[in-house]
């Protein structure tokens, strides 16, 4: 077949579309990254980064994607043998899971309904049977990226607290921060950890972790081994983030995304999101008449705004669908994670989007679904456009 023509439809959940003025931004020669107007810019994006995250604690970075984060999280907190408190969400929890145990960290998990998300009822029973306070650390993902569901941090720090556990929370927000509200210190998060290439419309190469005041006293007793990562060091230089070389470009992609959710204004970006989400999920309501898809997350209060989860009907292939869209329209979707391949596609709606490129990936899978002759109720592309009105 030959490459379709237009402009793609890029339409996955990460990485998400780069706007054209950060590629401008970035569009820059090398540069010495201890000229004191290079660390000044560093200074000013951390500082303007907490405002996002809802913290005023420290924010570490490094050159990496959101995998280094998760493991900065790990190897600044723990020591080996401690034990943590996983709360099952799907694909993400599970890869968490695994890096702590390949560290030598015991994870004892949370079992979850995974189109449903834990209920913190379970959460605090287990923090009640744990009378000794071995669990070091509740870890959650605020928002699964492989099924669509969301977690409420508020809800897990209260379940922490009526259990009068004290255990650190630890929050993975990679794919919901600058798509749906986060707020880190009023929420009771001691960690959260996050990165480049979803949210901030940025290239994939930067992550961080931000740490509160009981992170970093934990960080001073925590002897797992680590150097790139370590806070300590990061401390010592004078961009407090980077063990070796900054990722000079990096950080004027991170200023002009800053320049352009700030003139959007935080607020507004969170509605549009919750505007193109139920958008989707209008679509996929229409869809799943007639024995069609449906949306994964069965509960409309953790549906995600930035990523939809679509379960096929039985019998038809989620990658035969996605390799249409993409292969005929030129529409570039999510697939379906771990145990979900090949059983949902995904539809990302975070990042640098509007409602015609929305529309326009709607009805790309609309017709995806006639061309293949997957049952589907008609209309979803009305009934996005419905919603929208
Ligand atoms: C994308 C993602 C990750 C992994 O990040 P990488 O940048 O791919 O290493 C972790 N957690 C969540 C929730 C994600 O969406």
Not at 113 to 133: I, K, S
Request: glycine share 10%.
């Amino acid at each position: 077949m030959p490459k379709p023509r237009g402009r793609q439809f890029f339409a996955n959940p990460g990485p998400t579309n780069i706007p054209d003025s950060i590629l401008r931004a970035i569009d820059r020669p090398a540069q010495d990254f201890m000229e004191e107007a290079f660390i000044a810019l560093v200074r000013d994006c951390t500082a303007r980064l907490k405002r996002i995250l809802g913290t005023s604690g420290e924010v570490f970075m490094m050159a990496s994607s959101g995998h280094g984060a998760w493991e900065a999280s790990l190897v600044n907190l723990f020591s080996p043998g401690d034990r943590l408190l996983m709360l099952e969400s799907g694909y993400f929890s599970e890869s968490w899971t695994e890096m702590a145990r390949k560290f030598g960290l015991e994870v004892e998990t949370v079992a979850a309904d995974r189109r449903r998300g834990v209920d913190p009822a379970a959460v605090e029973a287990a923090l009640r049977a744990d009378a000794a306070h071995a669990l070091k650390a509740v870890c959650l993902v605020h928002n699964e990226t492989s099924t669509g569901v969301t977690v409420p941090p508020a809800a897990i720090r209260a379940a922490i607290d009526a259990a009068r556990h004290p255990a650190l929370l630890l929050a993975d927000t990679i794919s919901s921060l600058g798509s749906m509200p986060f707020r880190m210190d009023e929420w009771g998060i001691d960690l959260a950890v996050g990165g480049s290439q979803k949210g901030l419309m940025l290239p994939t190469g930067m992550a961080f972790t931000a740490v509160g005041a009981k992170g970093m006293e934990a960080h001073r007793r925590a002897r797992l081994p680590r150097h790139y990562m370590d806070w300590s060091v990061m401390m010592t230089r004078p961009h407090r983030s980077f063990v070796g070389t900054v990722p000079t470009q990096m950080f004027h992609g991170l200023a002009e995304a800053l320049r352009l959710i700030e003139e959007e204004g935080l607020e507004a970006v969170f509605a549009r999101h919750a505007r193109l989400g139920g958008a989707v999920r209008a679509a996929v309501r229409a869809w799943s008449g007639n024995q069609g898809p449906q949306i994964y997350c069965v509960d409309p209060q953790r549906q995600s705004n930035s990523v939809t989860a679509i379960l096929m009907p039985d019998g038809h292939d989620a990658e035969a669908l996605r390799r249409h869209a993409a292969g005929r329209y030129n529409v570039s979707l999510g697939g379906g994670l771990g145990a979900l391949g090949g059983r949902v596609f995904r539809i990302g709606h975070l990042g640098d989007l509007n409602e015609p490129m929305v529309l326009g990936t709607l009805g790309a899978v609309e017709m995806s679904l006639r061309d293949l002759g997957i049952p589907h109720g008609r209309g979803g592309v009305q009934a996005a456009m419905d919603a929208l009105a």
